[in-house]
Antibody
Framework: QLQLQEAGPRLVKPSETLSLTCTVS????????WSWIRQPPGKGLEWIGY???????NYNPSLKNRVTISIDTSRNLFSLKMSSVTAADTAFYYC??????????????WGQGALVTVSS | AIRMTQSPSSLSASTGDRVTITCRAS??????LAWYQQKPGKAPKFLIF???TLQSGVPARFSGSGSGTDFTLTISSLQSADFATYYC?????????FGQGTTVEI
């Protein structure tokens, strides 16, 4: 059974960089999009972007200038960095797998989520 | 970006009720639509893809329909486990976008 687990600091100061990793266990990286999705407390879901297993990326234009997603297949993890954060970036951050070419398109596996608070 | 609009934003229902949630896309997306269920404090759960195909293990009381711009999620007989927030999501194009959510409450 595939499992995803977010890790990283839960408190980040304004103007600094948010950094999270997602460790993937129980399955392969190949042929999937590995995504980050966030959800401010009490609000809806926003797709941040993905990294393909070969390293190509695609970001939400609303966040593109501040976001970097990378992958390290040797360590079975992918990462999110978001620069110049403000209080508006306080949210639950989920990592998720998307199967774009297979038989079940959509985000089929999710991490449990990490609440990251931006505050001084 | 394709805008996804759900209605209603919330609804009150009772166990055994038939519940229908609507999702409208700002442009045609074929059947490139997924539905998710989210309970408080939990990650979303993948319910339906291709607008109407149930993910493995999802009870048959859930069904999805629609294509183009208009879609529905129906729960034929609401169970206590179904009280949650439901989101639609398009995967026709990037950026991936979600509806704002529909909360099903007692």
């Amino acid at each position: 059974q595939l499992q995803l687990q977010e890790a990283g600091p839960r408190l980040v100061k304004p103007s600094e960089t948010l950094s999270l990793t997602c460790t993937v266990s129980g399955g392969s990286f190949n042929n999937y999009y590995w995504s980050w999705i966030r959800q401010p407390p009490g609000k809806g879901l926003e797709w941040i972007g993905y990294v393909y297993y070969r390293g190509t990326t695609n970001y939400n234009p609303s966040l593109k200038n501040r976001v970097t997603i990378s992958i390290d297949t040797s360590r079975n993890l992918f990462s999110l960095k978001m620069s110049s954060v403000t209080a508006a970036d306080t949210a639950f951050y989920y990592c998720a797998r998307e199967d774009p070419y297979g038989s079940r398109p959509g985000f089929d596996y999710w991490g449990q989520g990490a609440l990251v608070t931006v505050s001084s | 970006a394709i805008r996804m609009t759900q209605s209603p934003s919330s609804l009150s229902a009772s166990t055994g009720d038939r519940v229908t949630i609507t999702c409208r896309a700002s442009q045609g997306i074929g059947n490139f639509l997924a539905w998710y269920q989210q309970k408080p404090g939990k990650a979303p759960k993948f319910l339906i893809f291709a607008a109407s195909t149930l993910q493995s293990g999802v009870p048959a009381r859930f069904s999805g329909s629609g294509s183009g711009t208009d879609f529905t999620l129906t729960i034929s007989s609401l169970q206590s486990a179904d009280f949650a927030t439901y989101y639609c999501q398009q995967y026709f194009s990037f950026p991936r976008t979600f509806g704002q959510g529909t909360t099903v409450e007692i």
